[in-house]
């Protein structure tokens, strides 16, 4: 069975500075999509990245971007330039077929 | 666009009766929608998927008899919780897939549910 694990229940972050979250997953399967999601306060579920395992290229979107290591089947999260609105849940996720699987989450504080 | 609508976004009942949550897409047809619980400081659990037309598959452990799922139409899925105890009382999700063969979803805002 697939699953995702995120090791790092909380983390801080200085407003500007750079952070990485991290995240690991299990499957046997060789074409599948990775997310990030963020869900702030409201508890809204928000797509903040997402990845396709046959492209090799890194996907980015503006101060997000990720480090896709298909062979280590590791999937980090690199927020530049934090902003106080960053601050949320996020869930790293993963879907094989079309059920999505995420992970226990990362809460990140953005500290001003 | 990909906008998923939920309602009502918070609603109390009492013990024993039972409560509808239904869940929209409003600028999309979503063939297959999802339902997930989320209680507090938690993750997402998936309780069932649910394809238009059809009966819902539902995950190991989610009572079908208490969760029920009807999926009516390209835009409409609903869940009622059937004789709600307070256990019951938690955070409830709908997502739903913007085209087959896609693995993207798109979230509704949540329904908070507490049961008195």
Not at chain 2, 2 to 24: D, F, L, M, N, Y
Request: aromatic letters at 12%; one cysteine or more; charged letters at 20%.
């Amino acid at each position: 069975a697939q699953t995702v694990t995120q090791s790092q229940p909380e983390m801080s972050v200085q407003e500007a500075e750079t952070v990485t979250l991290s995240c690991t997953y299990d499957t046997s399967e060789s074409d599948y999509y990775l997310f990030w999601y963020k869900q702030p306060p409201s508890r809204q579920m928000i797509l903040v990245i997402r990845q396709e395992a046959y492209k090799q290229q890194n996907a980015t979107e503006n101060r997000f971007s990720v480090n896709f290591q298909k062979a280590a089947k590791s999937f980090s999260l690199k927020i530049s330039d934090s902003q106080l609105g960053d601050a949320a849940m996020y869930f790293c996720a993963y879907s094989g077929d079309d059920k999505i699987i995420f992970g226990k989450g990362t809460r990140l504080h953005i500290l001003p | 666009g990909a906008v998923v609508s939920q309602h009502p976004s918070w609603v109390i009942c009492k013990s024993g009766t039972s409560v509808k949550i239904e869940c929209r897409s409003l600028d999309f047809q979503a063939t297959t929608m999802f339902w997930y619980r989320q209680f507090p400081k938690q993750s997402l659990m998936l309780m069932a998927t649910s394809n238009e037309g059809s009966k819902a598959t539902y995950e190991q452990g989610v009572e079908k008899d208490k969760f029920l799922i009807n999926h009516a139409s390209l835009t409409l899925s609903t869940l009622t919780v059937t004789s709600a105890h307070p256990e019951d009382s938690s955070f409830y999700i709908c997502s739903a897939r913007l085209a087959e063969y896609t693995y993207e979803q798109y979230f509704g805002p949540g329904t908070r549910l507490t049961v008195t």
